[in-house]
């Protein structure tokens, strides 16, 4: 893994930023929704606190408790506007969200109604959806063997009255009084009541029956039912749909007709956008005020930029979804029409304690606060007072917060990424830099052959640059002072050698005894042998001035390498030669300097000579192919070790291992080496198998030849 | 009267062998450790032949410097630079200065004393008339052995006594390929193979600068070299 990898991998760390963040916006929702539950909470103390001096306004409302609450309770709200009893569903059109289901589906008979009242009637609209309606038969007086309708009610006085409701055919109806024992509605009707006004009209499921009753004659207990009768032959009831029992006076529901004094008083207390409950301990409604706005007010560039979404904030947004807390689905927010609350708060509220609920409507993005505190009246809970109030702000809020919390921590990695990813790479491409510079450094040879390294940055690459150069620097001065040191102690040696030299010159010969003549033969012998040591040392310093002052000339390569090869048959009267010039080769001219090369030669042949095998040839040919000439020597013998291939052209290297008559310091290849740059050629060494053998290969290149 | 022959060297023990072998020879020896002493010595008199070291003490040029002097005054005093430093550079440095020879030290007392004495046969034969029997031709070469001079198609070649052992030594057998090792212990010298090739470069080239078509001196490459007597 390279630097810009690791970075990346570093840079994953950022990522705790928005974790943190999201945390953070967690804590400040779960600190906004405490303070928001502590404002509502101090004000639905202050509501109950006036409602308990409304005793009388309690009073009228707040029934008996039955302590059973599965009985059914009507909360009747007031109608804003007129109602046409014309049994056209136009005028209940803004009552929509009023709609509930009468009672439990029976069978497949479902009946949705709508209640309301003005001052003085009590209105009810009745969807029902029947696939066989059955209308009562002109020839019948029974009343109970056709599709009917059934409302029971305690009257203003408390009498248990029975309506039944049929018709034969659609339009105005008539409800009739029929007795009021329970049990036995196989009776005729006993009366027709015209107070009861109703609108019986054909619909495409079924029937739909709108009714008018004077809120004078029902007291505080009603019930409302449907009854489905498919055979008017027996008049078996199939499917029966009710509010509440309309057969048994105890287990009549009780209904309230909303009082306009305390949706006054409500109203009062409220503020804008809350909904206020009261309801009594069988949590049955007795008073209300105010609706929830739907959604929120959003501001007009949010909505604007809503409208036109770019594509990445779709993405985003589809990601919070995945992500973020969002209210559930399928929560059916019918309270504004409920008769009877049944939540959390209201329990405890009722065990003597403000609560706070929250609970998300079927609205996405919505969650509504729910806040019950008891009613007292001397001491005694006698209801429940509840605020309800649309607090999906917060959750925007928070949802808002997140997204652009998000938004930004993505921005801000991915530029941090971009950043750490750009430095990286500069990075990396400058270390690369660095290491192919060093690397080019020193050549194939091991030679350094330019320090051109990029060492302006003041920063730690720099240094290492700098440093890589100082040490090449100083790498190559050594490789210098290697290279010179022949010379230099050469130059040194020679004045002591010359010392003892003409010392021993000096010595009278005729004067010395026979032994001590002996030894200055020795003593010559061995100044001799070190004086051509000395002379060997120097000749590479000074075939390097020689080089510095050659002229180029251009020269036939293969005359002079076959003059050589004839001059080595005469020095070499052992050693077979054998010499190859191929016919291309032939004639080739080149720029250099004749001697030079000869002079190569002669390192080449001196050394292949004293590696070459015994009775075993030395090959030396010719070869020439696109613009190089190849001059190659190869001997059998023994190879080159591995290792020193890449230094054998250096000063002072040598390999042979055997002690050879005349001295070796491992400078006659450092000389082919010379000769070889001054002709801007290539030098090679290859060790050959079967037979063993060392091949020296001296590519030429034909510069300005012709 | 003896010749009197001066040595500048600054090392204590080579000079007074040096000394001590050329008096053997019955020469007059005066020796200066430095530049300073032998500039002295030399404006009071001067002597028949100069050995100079090169580098004297912390003077790395100090023999250079005396050339240059002695040659202000006499431009014919034999001077031979005798010194350690072999290197192409002085050697041609030495030769422009006006040194009459460029020896290394490796040079043995009795090759120094056969050069020293030659010089002085030189100096004498020069004062001498010519004597015919001791020269040599070659086609347009005429050597003479007393003088130690060359000429080529009769004009004399300023060359040192190295140079013309050189020439001598390959002139003698038209032909003849002279390896490098056969130049040097002709020439007195014990010097590398590029020192030789050196030394046959200048000569060629001093031929060439009375004869641009000179091309007598041939290389054998890979053996040596050998006089052409068919040439020019």
Redesign the interface.
């Known amino acids: 893994m390279g630097i810009r990898g690791k970075l990346l991998l570093t840079s994953l760390t950022l990522l705790v930023v928005p974790w943190l963040g999201y945390q953070y916006i967690l804590s400040l929702e779960s600190y906004l929704r405490t303070a928001h539950e502590d404002k509502l909470i101090d004000r639905v103390t202050i509501m109950a606190a006036v409602m308990s001096g409304q005793q009388k306004l309690l009073d009228n409302h707040v029934t008996i408790s039955t302590a059973d609450n599965t009985q059914s309770h009507l909360y009747i709200r007031s109608l804003q506007t007129p109602i046409q009893l014309d049994g056209y569903m136009d005028d209940w059109q803004q009552y929509k969200n009023r709609e509930r289901p009468l009672g439990n589906n029976s069978g497949d008979l479902e009946v949705l109604q709508r209640m309301g009242h003005d001052k003085d009637f009590l209105y009810v609209v009745l969807r029902i959806k029947d696939d066989h309606v059955v209308y009562r038969s002109p020839k019948s007086l029974r009343i109970d063997r056709s599709d009917h309708l059934r409302l029971s009610m305690l009257d203003n006085e408390g009498d248990f009255r029975r309506y039944q409701i049929a018709t034969i055919i659609p339009g105005a109806v008539t409800a009739y009084l029929m007795p009021s024992q329970s049990n036995n509605h196989h009776l005729l009707p006993l009366r027709p009541e015209p107070r009861i006004k109703g609108e019986w009209k054909y619909s495409q499921h079924g029937y739909t029956v709108e009714i008018q009753i004077p809120l004078s004659m029902i007291g505080n207990k009603f019930s409302i039912a449907v009854a489905d009768i498919d055979d008017a032959e027996n008049g078996d009831v199939k499917n029966i749909v009710a509010s509440g029992n309309t057969e048994d006076v105890r287990a009549l529901g009780s209904i309230i007709i909303s009082d306009p004094k305390m949706e006054a008083l409500l109203n009062q207390l409220k503020t804008n956008n809350s909904r206020t409950w009261v309801t009594d301990t069988d949590r049955r409604v007795i008073g209300m005020a105010g609706e929830l706005t739907e959604g929120f007010d959003d501001d007009p560039i949010a909505q604007q930029n809503q409208s036109n979404p770019p594509p990445f904030s779709v993405l985003m947004k589809l990601f919070y979804r995945l992500i973020l807390e969002q209210p559930v689905n399928g929560f059916n927010d019918q309270l504004s029409s409920a008769s009877r609350l049944d939540n959390p708060a209201i329990s405890t509220a009722l065990a003597g304690n403000p609560r706070a609920y929250w609970r998300t409507t079927e609205h996405r993005d919505t969650t509504v606060i729910f806040v019950a505190h008891p009613v007292y009246i001397d001491d005694k809970i006698v209801g429940t007072i509840a605020i309800e109030e649309n607090s999906n702000s917060i959750l925007i809020l928070q949802n808002r917060v997140i997204e652009a919390m998000a938004n930004m921590s993505i921005l801000t990695f991915l530029l941090t990424v971009g950043v750490l990813l750009a430095f990286a790479t500069r990075l990396s491409f400058r270390i690369h830099r660095l290491r192919n510079q060093v690397d080019a450094s020193i050549g194939d040879d091991g030679k350094i052959q330019s320090i051109k390294l990029h060492t302006k940055s003041s920063d730690e690459i720099g240094d290492l640059g700098r440093s890589f150069a100082s040490m090449l620097q100083r790498l190559s001065q050594y490789n210098r002072y290697l290279e010179t040191m022949s010379s230099k102690l050469s ?1 040194e040696l ?2 002591p ?3 003892v ?3 021993l ?2 010595l009278d010969q005729t004067k010395l005894d026979p032994q001590s003549i002996t030894y200055v033969q020795r003593a010559n012998e061995g100044i001799t042998r070190l ?2 040591i ?3 040392m ?2 590479a ?3 390097e ?2 080089i510095l ?1 050659e002229k180029r000339e251009s020269f036939c390569v293969s005359k ?1 390498i076959e ?6 048959r ?2 070499y009267p052992l050693q077979r030669f054998d010499y190859r010039c191929s016919n291309s080769a032939q004639s080739i001219n080149i720029d250099g300097s ?2 030079l ?3 190569l ?2 390192k080449l ?1 001196d050394n292949a000579t004293d590696f070459a095998k015994e009775n075993s040839p030395i090959t030396i040919s010719i070869e020439y192919s696109e613009d190089n000439l190849s001059i190659t020597v190869h001997n059998q013998g023994p190879t080159l070790p591995a290792e020193m291939r890449g230094s054998l052209f250096d000063s002072m290297v040598s390999v042979r291992q055997h002690k050879t008559s005349a001295p070796h310091l491992g400078l006659g290849l450092y000389i082919v080496r010379l000769i070889t740059e001054f002709h801007r050629g290539d030098i090679e060494v290859h060790n050959t198998n079967s037979p063993d053998g060392v091949t020296f290969i001296l590519a030429l290149p034909l510069y300005n030849a012709h | 009267m003896s010749k009197r022959i001066t040595i500048v060297e600054d090392e204590e023990a080579l000079r007074k062998n040096y000394v001590e072998a050329l008096q053997k020879q019955g020469y007059e020896i005066t020796s200066y450790a430095d530049r300073a002493a032998a500039a002295e010595g030399f404006s009071q008199q001067l002597p028949d032949l100069v050995l100079l070291d090169i580098g004297l003490n912390d003077e790395i040029e100090g023999g250079f410097e005396l050339c240059r002097l002695l040659r202000q005054q006499s431009p014919t005093l034999p001077i031979i630079f005798l010194t350690a430093r072999d290197s192409d550079l002085d050697i041609v440095s030495g030769l422009r200065l006006g040194a009459d020879d460029y020896l290394t030290k490796d040079i043995s007392l009795v090759n120094l004393c056969a050069r020293v004495a030659a010089f002085f046969r030189r100096i004498d034969a020069l004062q001498q008339p010519q004597a015919d029997e001791q020269q040599l031709k070659r086609g347009e070469l005429l050597l003479d052995m007393n003088r130690y001079s060359v000429s080529w198609r009769g004009q004399p070649l300023e060359i040192s006594l190295t140079e013309f052992w050189l020439i001598h030594c390959l002139a003698r057998h038209p032909g003849h390929v002279k390896s490098r090792e056969q130049l040097m212990k002709d020439a007195h010298i014990v010097v590398d193979d590029s020192t030789i090739t050196s030394h046959i470069k200048r000569v060629r080239k001093k031929f060439a600068e009375i004869d641009d078509t000179f091309t007598a001196i041939d290389s054998v490459y890979g053996m040596g070299y050998r006089w052409l007597e068919s040439s020019s």
Do not use: F, K, W
């Open positions: 130059h020679r004045t050698i010359t010392i030299r003409s010392s010159d000096n004086n051509s000395l002379t060997r120097s000749e310093t000074h075939l001035q020689t002052h002079v003059a050589c090869v004839a001059g080595y005469l020095a004749p001697e090369l000869a002079q030669m002669d042949v």
